[in-house]
């Protein structure tokens, strides 16, 4: 492979070819990349598949949208999948076979543009043992039905793999508990409720209009109510089911929930339509009981909208592993992570995640802690210590014996905190069932009133019975479900536009509560992979600066990276780099023909004796330095500063004016402390060396103690407890579709500095559902009036709540699109 | 006069196929994924050896 780069010799006219860009993957990458075909690459991995397509022809892939690849993960080596083929994890990861032909449908997180649709749904050209693949974009996911006699599981994971497509399989998958998102029977409901509903009204036309009363009519009229009644019965059973299932869980729980009114309402219309079928007595009033079932079905459906591919409930098992390496003698056998007991013996290679605590057996390690701890410096290890589960390897492969299994790992502890077992959404809390209540008791007694005073002063039977009807019809809590669903729904969909995800309509209403903002630190306000790189010390030339680029791509550790990022400028330099070395915890060293560069700890560059080193690294914590020397002469040192996400200040500031308590939980040391003080203003609420479990703690504190409602912002698995515990944990995410802890919203990195318009944004939506709720009001009061003087005919009733809940509609949506483009405008 | 209850059924009957329709089309997947079809179509079905020769682009 080394060749490969080391083909452009120096002194190879490099043309001009669509210079500093990745023909693959887009990638700006400097001069000395590979080039091929007059095109650029800006790494061996983005040729490979280039070199893959273009040996099966499926170059069209460049023509549907420019340099949209995707380079191989590095990381990836031979037999990564080979556990798939255990015959275990095989049925359970396979949607079915029928021993020749077989079926999986895989999650594939880079999945991101056309190009990405297009070949993936030609697989078969690179195998023709592959069948069929079928791409679910929104869902991203690709159906691969192949031939399981001639191509096996983990070949073609490792083929999908080859192209830049790597699946993703996680424990979930293997504990077989995965959830289907896209729940069809809803849409059935809405497809059979719109047909009955359209039916029925048809059917009462000849009603509306008073048609003439002689015995072919009557007939006629009487056939309609039969097929009003058999069209009526599906919609009340079937359609309407989820009501009476929600209303009955909450009696049996001894409350009322907002579906209580509205099943007593479907319930007493039903029984006097049926009644009036029956005696002949009257048409019944099934037009508005379908409307009203088809009405509110479709308001949930888009309240009820879930994102695909977006996950929001995760635990422990979506971040691990589904297979390990185990040593057995010296055969390295991959092992599904469920099998592994006490004093197996694992290989853990760069980059790879530790599934359960563990003792090292290498003489040497650097963990990355930083998604459990939130510590963002990877700490070094010895021989003999534990090893968390969580952590993660950098640098070269290193053994390790389980002490306990991955069910009763530090780590996985944290999930049998109660907080992960309780519900948050309490619909008895939501707005529209607080004001519902007294609502739907007052309507009651408003209409057994009307029908008592009916009954027993007028003497008039008929229409006591009408006058109780249509107060029920007109006066029904149904406006007010829908100022909810419908405002809460476009809400979502205007979040989402932004950006920012919420998991359901109710993670919204409690987002207009909070009175309190908890931050975490690393990843959240900082920016992962980013930072301010500054060259200390004396000028490099052009040939040294290429010499330690790369030095340092040699590298995994995270501050190597950073330092060639830093150097994106530079060319590399041609000359063949030998007798590398990388210490772990220390630093790198390289042979560039006669010249030695060492790139590392002050110590290991020779820049200073300990002590000053020391000295100076206690005098600015949150700087990192890479200290760089050529041929033993010392030439300065890179400082790493962390970033902060833009307009942080700014954030910061909007909030304390908006009144709110801002707190910073960190896993990470005290570094930058002074700063962060004056960001979070004098009385900073600064709280540093936060476990997990504190996190937790700190937010349960607030909430009992002060009685505050909190929102936390988080990114990693150490704020998952937090985040699970809080009124509204958002996790921040620059990838939405990367894998985030369980959470309550999703905000996109670059949106964080918007937080607190959205917050603003739903308040203001509470404040719609009010207003939209005092509009129905008018409607109920006016209708009311007629209904009680028993003079409001069925036409009026009819006619009357498909015009209120039309304007109901109109009014939220236009109201919540005019203060979303008002508040997330600036 | 009868021919209106004639009517009645065959119009039930029409919109009852159209309803069976609909749920067909749900059961087989059809409202599954209302997006990467959009794109499908637009692809270019080059079977042709040459695949250099395509010039066509779809943005």
Same mark, same amino acid.
Request: with cysteine; aromatic share 12%; glycine share 6%.
């Given at each position: 492979?080394?060749?490969?780069?080391?083909?452009?010799?120096?002194?190879?006219?490099?043309?001009?070819?669509?210079?500093?860009?990745?023909?693959?993957?887009?990638?700006?990458?400097?001069?000395?990349?590979?080039?091929?075909?007059?095109?650029?690459?800006?790494?061996?991995?983005?040729?490979?598949?280039?070199?893959?397509?273009?040996?099966?022809?499926?170059?069209?892939?460049?023509?549907?949208?420019?340099?949209?690849?995707?380079?191989?993960?590095?990381?990836?080596?031979?037999?990564?999948?080979?556990?798939?083929?255990?015959?275990?994890?095989?049925?359970?990861?396979?949607?079915?076979?029928?021993?020749?032909?077989?079926?999986?449908?895989?999650?594939?997180?880079?999945?991101?543009?056309?190009?990405?649709?297009?070949?993936?749904?030609?697989?078969?050209?690179?195998?023709?043992?592959?069948?069929?693949?079928?791409?679910?974009?929104?869902?991203?996911?690709?159906?691969?039905?192949?031939?399981?006699?001639?191509?096996?599981?983990?070949?073609?994971?490792?083929?999908?793999?080859?192209?830049?497509?790597?699946?993703?399989?996680?424990?979930?998958?293997?504990?077989?508990?995965?959830?289907?998102?896209?729940?069809?029977?809803?849409?059935?409901?809405?497809?059979?409720?719109?047909?009955?509903?359209?039916?029925?009204?048809?059917?009462?036309?000849?009603?509306?209009?008073?048609?003439?009363?002689?015995?072919?009519?009557?007939?006629?009229?009487?056939?309609?109510?039969?097929?009003?009644?058999?069209?009526?019965?599906?919609?009340?059973?079937?359609?309407?089911?989820?009501?009476?299932?929600?209303?009955?869980?909450?009696?049996?729980?001894?409350?009322?929930?907002?579906?209580?009114?509205?099943?007593?309402?479907?319930?007493?219309?039903?029984?006097?339509?049926?009644?009036?079928?029956?005696?002949?007595?009257?048409?019944?009033?099934?037009?508005?009981?379908?409307?009203?079932?088809?009405?509110?079905?479709?308001?949930?459906?888009?309240?009820?909208?879930?994102?695909?591919?977006?996950?929001?409930?995760?635990?422990?098992?979506?971040?691990?592993?589904?297979?390990?390496?185990?040593?057995?003698?010296?055969?390295?056998?991959?092992?599904?992570?469920?099998?592994?007991?006490?004093?197996?013996?694992?290989?853990?290679?760069?980059?790879?995640?530790?599934?359960?605590?563990?003792?090292?057996?290498?003489?040497?390690?650097?963990?990355?802690?930083?998604?459990?701890?939130?510590?963002?410096?990877?700490?070094?290890?010895?021989?003999?210590?534990?090893?968390?589960?969580?952590?993660?390897?950098?640098?070269?492969?290193?053994?390790?014996? !389980?002490?306990?299994?991955?069910?009763?790992?530090?780590?996985?502890?944290?999930?049998?905190?109660?907080?992960?077992?309780?519900?948050?959404?309490?619909?008895?809390?939501?707005?529209?069932?607080?004001?519902?209540?007294?609502?739907?008791?007052?309507?009651?007694?408003?209409?057994?009133?009307?029908?008592?005073?009916?009954?027993?002063?007028?003497?008039?039977?008929?229409?006591?019975?009408?006058?109780?009807?249509?107060?029920?019809?007109?006066?029904?809590?149904?406006?007010?479900?829908?100022?909810?669903?419908?405002?809460?729904?476009?809400?979502?969909?205007?979040?989402?536009?932004?950006?920012?995800?919420?998991?359901?309509?109710?993670?919204?209403?409690?987002?207009?509560?909070?009175?309190?903002?908890?931050?975490?630190?690393?990843?959240?306000?900082?920016?992962?992979?980013?930072?301010?790189?500054?060259?200390?010390?004396?000028?490099?030339?052009?040939?040294?600066?290429?010499?330690?680029?790369?030095?340092?791509?040699?590298?995994?550790?995270?501050?190597?990276?950073?330092?060639?990022?830093?150097?994106?400028?530079?060319?590399?330099?041609?000359?063949?780099?030998?007798?590398?070395?990388?210490?772990?915890?220390?630093?790198?060293?390289?042979?560039?023909?006669?010249?030695?560069?060492?790139?590392?700890?002050?110590?290991?560059?020779?820049?200073?004796?300990?002590?000053?080193?020391?000295?100076?690294?206690?005098?600015?914590?949150?700087?990192?330095?890479?200290?760089?020397?050529?041929?033993?002469?010392?030439?300065?040192?890179?400082?790493?500063?962390?970033?902060?996400?833009?307009?942080?200040?700014?954030?910061?500031?909007?909030?304390?004016?908006?009144?709110?308590?801002?707190?910073?939980?960190?896993?990470?040391?005290?570094?930058?402390?002074?700063?962060?003080?004056?960001?979070?203003?004098?009385?900073?609420?600064?709280?540093?060396?936060?476990?997990?479990?504190?996190?937790?703690?700190?937010?349960?504190?607030?909430?009992?103690?002060?009685?505050?409602?909190?929102?936390?912002?988080?990114?990693?698995?150490?704020?998952?407890?937090?985040?699970?515990?809080?009124?509204?944990?958002?996790?921040?995410?620059?990838?939405?579709?990367?894998?985030?802890?369980?959470?309550?919203?999703?905000?996109?990195?670059?949106?964080?500095?918007?937080?607190?318009?959205?917050?603003?944004?739903?308040?203001?939506?509470?404040?719609?559902?009010?207003?939209?709720?005092?509009?129905?009001?008018?409607?109920?009061?006016?209708?009311?009036?007629?209904?009680?003087?028993?003079?409001?005919?069925?036409?009026?009733?009819?006619?009357?709540?498909?015009?209120?809940?039309?304007? !109901?509609?109109?009014?939220?949506? !236009?109201?919540?699109?005019?203060?979303?483009?008002?508040?997330?405008?600036? | 006069?009868?021919?209106?209850?004639?009517?009645?059924?065959?119009?039930?009957?029409?919109?009852?196929?159209?309803?069976?329709?609909?749920?067909?089309?749900?059961?087989?997947?059809?409202?599954?994924?209302?997006?990467?079809?959009?794109?499908?179509?637009?692809?270019?079905?080059?079977?042709?050896?040459?695949?250099?020769?395509?010039?066509?682009?779809?943005?």
């Amino acid at each position: 492979m080394e060749q490969d780069i080391n083909t452009i010799a120096p002194g190879d006219p490099v043309v001009n070819i669509a210079k500093n860009k990745c023909y693959h993957c887009g990638e700006a990458c400097a001069q000395d990349t590979i080039t091929a075909d007059e095109h650029a690459f800006c790494c061996e991995g983005c040729y490979h598949v280039y070199d893959l397509l273009k040996v099966t022809e499926l170059c069209d892939y460049y023509a549907i949208d420019d340099s949209a690849g995707i380079s191989p993960d590095k990381s990836f080596y031979a037999g990564k999948f080979d556990y798939l083929d255990l015959p275990d994890v095989n049925t359970k990861i396979l949607e079915f076979t029928d021993g020749n032909l077989s079926q999986v449908n895989w999650y594939i997180p880079k999945m991101h543009c056309s190009s990405c649709i297009w070949l993936l749904e030609q697989l078969y050209k690179f195998n023709p043992a592959v069948r069929s693949s079928v791409v679910n974009f929104p869902e991203k996911k690709v159906r691969i039905t192949f031939e399981a006699e001639k191509v096996k599981l983990s070949e073609l994971a490792t083929l999908i793999s080859s192209i830049g497509y790597e699946p993703y399989m996680s424990l979930n998958d293997i504990a077989g508990e995965q959830v289907k998102k896209w729940n069809r029977k809803r849409l059935y409901k809405v497809g059979i409720a719109g047909f009955c509903f359209g039916n029925v009204m048809m059917l009462s036309f000849p009603e509306y209009f008073h048609l003439g009363k002689d015995a072919f009519d009557e007939s006629l009229r009487n056939t309609f109510g039969w097929l009003n009644l058999a069209l009526s019965i599906p919609v009340l059973l079937y359609c309407a089911s989820d009501f009476f299932k929600s209303a009955w869980a909450a009696l049996k729980g001894k409350y009322l929930n907002i579906d209580a009114p509205i099943v007593i309402a479907l319930v007493s219309i039903f029984s006097l339509s049926l009644y009036q079928i029956i005696t002949g007595t009257g048409p019944g009033y099934f037009d508005s009981l379908t409307g009203a079932v088809f009405f509110m079905l479709t308001g949930r459906f888009f309240q009820d909208k879930t994102y695909a591919g977006i996950s929001f409930d995760r635990d422990y098992r979506s971040y691990f592993p589904v297979a390990v390496s185990v040593l057995t003698g010296k055969a390295e056998i991959r092992t599904p992570v469920t099998d592994l007991k006490t004093s197996d013996i694992i290989l853990i290679r760069n980059a790879e995640l530790i599934p359960a605590d563990s003792v090292l057996l290498s003489p040497e390690a650097l963990i990355d802690y930083s998604f459990v701890s939130g510590e963002a410096e990877p700490v070094r290890r010895k021989k003999g210590d534990t090893i968390y589960a969580g952590g993660k390897q950098t640098g070269p492969a290193i053994e390790l014996e !389980i002490v306990r299994k991955v069910s009763q790992s530090y780590l996985t502890q944290l999930w049998n905190n109660e907080s992960f077992s309780k519900q948050k959404e309490d619909q008895n809390q939501m707005l529209a069932a607080r004001i519902n209540r007294y609502f739907s008791v007052i309507v009651l007694i408003i209409a057994s009133l009307t029908f008592a005073a009916w009954y027993f002063i007028y003497k008039n039977p008929e229409t006591a019975f009408r006058a109780f009807t249509t107060c029920l019809l007109v006066a029904c809590p149904c406006g007010l479900l829908f100022s909810s669903t419908f405002t809460n729904g476009n809400l979502m969909a205007l979040f989402g536009k932004n950006q920012c995800y919420p998991k359901n309509a109710d993670a919204i209403e409690r987002l207009s509560k909070i009175d309190t903002v908890v931050f975490d630190k690393t990843g959240t306000i900082t920016r992962p992979d980013d930072a301010e790189v500054v060259f200390i010390g004396s000028k490099l030339t052009d040939h040294e600066r290429a010499m330690v680029k790369t030095l340092a791509t040699q590298s995994s550790h995270p501050l190597s990276r950073l330092v060639v990022k830093s150097l994106a400028q530079v060319h590399s330099g041609t000359q063949a780099l030998s007798h590398y070395i990388e210490a772990s915890g220390s630093g790198i060293k390289g042979l560039f023909g006669s010249h030695t560069v060492k790139l590392g700890s002050a110590v290991w560059a020779g820049a200073q004796n300990d002590r000053e080193a020391a000295m100076d690294a206690a005098h600015d914590q949150h700087f990192s330095r890479v200290y760089v020397s050529i041929d033993d002469i010392s030439a300065g040192y890179f400082l790493v500063k962390i970033k902060y996400r833009e307009n942080l200040h700014k954030t910061i500031d909007r909030l304390h004016d908006h009144g709110f308590n801002t707190y910073l939980l960190s896993g990470d040391k005290p570094t930058d402390q002074e700063y962060l003080a004056y960001i979070f203003g004098n009385n900073a609420h600064l709280y540093f060396k936060q476990k997990p479990e504190d996190k937790l703690a700190f937010i349960a504190a607030l909430q009992e103690k002060m009685h505050q409602n909190v929102l936390m912002v988080g990114d990693g698995l150490n704020d998952a407890g937090a985040l699970q515990q809080s009124n509204v944990g958002v996790a921040v995410s620059d990838d939405i579709n990367n894998f985030t802890p369980s959470c309550d919203m999703i905000i996109d990195g670059k949106q964080l500095s918007r937080l607190p318009a959205f917050i603003n944004l739903a308040r203001h939506g509470q404040k719609i559902i009010k207003a939209s709720f005092a509009i129905s009001l008018i409607y109920n009061i006016g209708g009311l009036f007629f209904a009680i003087g028993g003079q409001l005919s069925p036409v009026l009733a009819a006619i009357l709540m498909p015009v209120s809940l039309i304007s !109901i509609v109109g009014f939220t949506t !236009i109201a919540s699109n005019v203060a979303a483009n008002r508040i997330l405008k600036n | 006069m009868s021919a209106m209850f004639v009517m009645i059924i065959a119009s039930l009957g029409i919109a009852l196929a159209f309803l069976g329709a609909f749920i067909w089309s749900v059961r087989k997947g059809h409202y599954d994924d209302d997006y990467t079809p959009s794109v499908r179509i637009l692809f270019d079905d080059n079977n042709s050896d040459t695949a250099k020769t395509n010039t066509t682009d779809i943005h």
